[in-house]
């Protein structure tokens, strides 16, 4: 099974380094020197790990065969795929690769059907799932404790807690310009 482990930015230096934006939970694991990862687009792949290393709080890489800042910029945007045995599970019991909560049924905590999760959207302050509703709509639903409550794998559902408005577009605004208007 392929998972998307990182996507190259731009290129830092003259020496052929990238910054790259993490994508999984096991950067040491997945971006190690001598890792050989995929590539989307394939055509630009496989790419090897030369070094990696942190500056100012981002990773950055250098590949085997790119040695200036022209070839590390033709990098940009790929996405770096590693190949991982499908069940092989993250080292965390609250972490989930992405294929395990595809097609998860949501539901609220009282038992409401929400929809399915068709897509996961990595942002860079959180995660997102993309569920499409039964009358075939989608909502955004931030994968952040406060929200998902429980990820149930064995009955592939995960129970969210969301706050009004969330789902409901009808939910109340309280102003006080309200009752300023109704006085």
Do not use: C, W
């Not at 991982?84 to 609250?94: F, N, Q, W």
């Not at 959207?121 to 959180?126: D, E, F």
């Amino acid at each position: 099974m392929q998972l998307v482990v990182a996507r190259i930015g731009r290129a830092h230096g003259i020496k052929g380094e990238v910054t790259v934006e993490v994508r999984t939970d096991e950067p040491d694991l997945r971006l190690a020197p001598g890792a050989v990862l995929l590539t989307d687009p394939a055509a630009a792949g496989p790419l090897t790990i030369e070094t990696g290393r942190v500056h100012s709080g981002r990773l950055l890489l250098r590949f085997e065969g790119v040695a200036d800042r022209t070839a590390a910029e033709a990098l940009r945007n790929i996405l770096l795929i590693a190949e991982v045995d499908p069940e092989e599970l993250p080292e965390e019991a609250d972490e989930y690769y992405d294929h395990q909560l595809m097609d998860l049924d949501v539901v609220t905590a009282d038992g409401v059907e929400i929809g399915r999760i068709t897509e996961i959207s990595h942002l860079p302050s959180q995660d997102l799932f993309i569920v499409e509703r039964p009358d075939g709509s989608e909502v955004m639903i931030p994968f952040v404790q406060e929200i998902v409550a429980e990820i149930d794998l064995e009955e592939q559902r995960a129970v969210i807690t969301p706050p009004p408005g969330l789902i409901d577009d009808r939910a109340e605004i309280a102003s006080t310009r309200d009752a300023e208007a109704e006085s």
